[in-house]
């Protein structure tokens, strides 16, 4: 009778629900620990690597040591190193030997560059730049001449960028910069910062296409640390998102999503025409050939005009200087000769030795990198032919030097075809 008045159904039901209860809670916890544990892992690495990569004061210190030891000196040495109106903003460093900064200096805006350690020589891996004498800022030597100067000045470019005619113009445009104070002298410490910077491929780059508007501005330099100016609109195209949310976007929807962010088709069809300029000017330019060894978005802004402008140009290395180093890199496979992430030759197996001539042309590499961003949104008068130029011109092979004719042909094809398309509108 007792069985029948107090049914076991009746006990078992709140002890299965509090058995379930108490799973759903301890899953809950499980899982809000994982996320708390992974989440702080994240940022725990996250912020050891930005504080290995960014280390601007230890680069502040080691250059206002040297300027105030009188080692060095540059315009903007009184600035960071003793009126402290030069700051150092906001870290874009990607390697920890060449530190990256947005910065302020008085009224301008710009971008802060400087080095921190030497990097080995010509090293396929790491930078195409030499081996840094800026690191003790040892040359010009104490007694060496302005004719001296200028002499050094003249060899080093030559070995650079190969003998030009008009190299004594650049020489020139050097000596210049090096009088950073305007007082008609050029002073050992300002020597010092200018032979420091003419090591740097970025620099000599600017000094190149200073009269073509596709670099920065050089603001101002203290030792090999310089200045230039801001370019608002960086990468080419796309959307800076914190770290803690890009780590968690995939891939693929990261790629759309940058696509949603560009500029209106015409104003991307000025930003492309000037990319296809720089490839133009920098291949049998005034003062030599130059190859792109890393054509990515990320290396490139435009300002309020959209005009291209390069925001990182380590890696556009003289053709000369590349094919006199990657020739004594030994190597099994083609893979083993690539510098950058665009510069391929190939492997000769009989030697094992990287043959000089890269695979592909500046041009192509340009082309595969505007293929997305120019063909989205293209008028539909024009999409069709872009699409076909923009094919032929990424499927090119060999040196420019061998396929000149070809080269210029597409080339000017597509500039004509975008200009064109934009010549009659406000955006040209």
């Known amino acids: 009778m007792a069985r ?29 620990w994982l996320a708390v544990f992974v989440g702080s892992w994240i940022v725990y690495v996250e912020y050891s690597s930005y504080t290995e990569l960014c280390r601007g004061h230890d680069c502040k210190n080691s250059i206002c040591d040297k300027y ?6 540059g315009s903007a040495c009184s600035s960071l190193c003793e009126k402290d109106t030069l700051y150092l903003g906001k870290c874009f460093t990607a390697k920890p030997n060449s530190q990256v900064y947005s910065g302020s200096w008085g009224d301008l805006e710009g971008v802060i560059k400087c080095q921190m350690e030497e990097a080995p020589h010509y090293d396929l891996g790491g930078d195409m730049e030499p081996r840094k004498e800026a690191a003790t800022f040892s040359k010009p030597t104490k007694g060496t ?23 004594a113009d650049l020489a020139t445009q050097v000596l210049s910069i090096a009088d950073a104070n305007k007082d008609g ?54 959307i800076s998102l914190p770290w803690i949310i890009e780590v968690w976007i995939p891939t693929g929807l990261r790629r759309s999503m940058d696509q949603w962010f560009t500029p209106s088709w015409p104003h991307k069809a000025k930003i492309s025409i000037g990319l296809l300029e720089l490839v133009e000017d920098i291949f049998h330019g005034t003062f030599g050939s130059f190859l792109m060894c890393d054509v990515s978005v990320t290396n490139f802004g435009y300002n309020d005009r959209h005009d291209l402008k390069v925001m990182d140009a380590r890696y556009i290395v003289p053709e000369a200087i590349f094919q006199e180093d990657i020739r004594q890199q030994r190597c099994d496979v083609d893979e083993d000769c690539l510098y950058g992430a665009d ?29 997305d961003y120019i063909l989205r949104g293209a008028p539909s008068d024009v999409s069709e032919e872009l699409e076909k130029q923009l094919y032929a011109c990424i499927a090119l092979k060999g040196s420019a030097e061998q396929m000149e004719i070809e080269h210029s042909l597409i080339l000017n094809n597509l500039k004509t075809l975008l200009w064109k398309k934009i010549s009659h509108t406000k955006d040209s």
């Open 343 to 371: 510069c391929l030759t190939s492997c000769d197996l009989t030697k094992h030795r990287c043959t000089p001539e890269v695979t592909r042309p500046n041009l192509a590499k340009a082309c595969e990198a505007l293929k």
């Open 4 to 32: 029948g008045l107090f049914p076991w159904g009746f006990f078992r039901k709140p002890l299965y629900n509090q058995a379930r209860f108490s799973y759903l809670h301890m899953k809950y916890l499980f899982f809000s």
């Open 145 to 167: 001449s302005v004719e001296k100067f200028r002499e050094m000045i003249f060899n080093h470019l030559k070995a650079k960028v190969g003998d030009q005619a008009n190299l």
């Open 185 to 238: 002298h050029i002073s050992l410490p300002e020597a010092r910062s200018t032979w420091a910077l003419l090591q740097l491929n970025e620099f000599l780059l600017a000094l190149v296409l200073q009269d073509r508007e596709h670099t920065p501005k050089l603001l101002g330099f203290c030792g090999d640390l310089y200045v230039l100016d801001k370019v608002p609109h960086s990468p080419l195209y796309g």
């Open 68 to 73: 105030r030891k009188g080692v060095i000196d």
